[in-house]
């Protein structure tokens, strides 16, 4: 499925992304931001963004181990999930 239709940016693609991420660092906060860069991509018209955190927090390696997101980061993405 395309999440992010101006860069053409599927499910696929990011849940590899992260999954790559966290292999590569074990306590990496991982960001959209991150993503797109591991792509080879910048967002353009962010309106894919809330579909894009929510398959970013479906995939089980997003989280660092033992825990969520660290707090600052939850709270901005519950700010970025609102618009
Ligand atoms: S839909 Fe993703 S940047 Fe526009």
Redesign the pocket.
């Known amino acids: 499925m395309i ?5 053409n ?1 599927s499910d696929h693609d990011i849940r590899k992304a992260v999954d790559w991420m966290r292999a590569a660092d074990p306590d990496t906060v991982i960001t959209p931001g991150k993503v797109y860069h591991a792509l080879g991509k910048r ?7 809330p579909l ?1 955190l929510d398959t970013m927090r479906a995939r089980d390696s997003f989280a660092v181990a033992g825990g969520e997101a660290p707090p600052m980061l939850r709270n901005r993405l519950a700010r970025l999930a609102r618009g």
């Open positions: 999440v992010c239709s101006c860069l940016i967002a353009d018209c962010g309106g894919c963004m894009f």
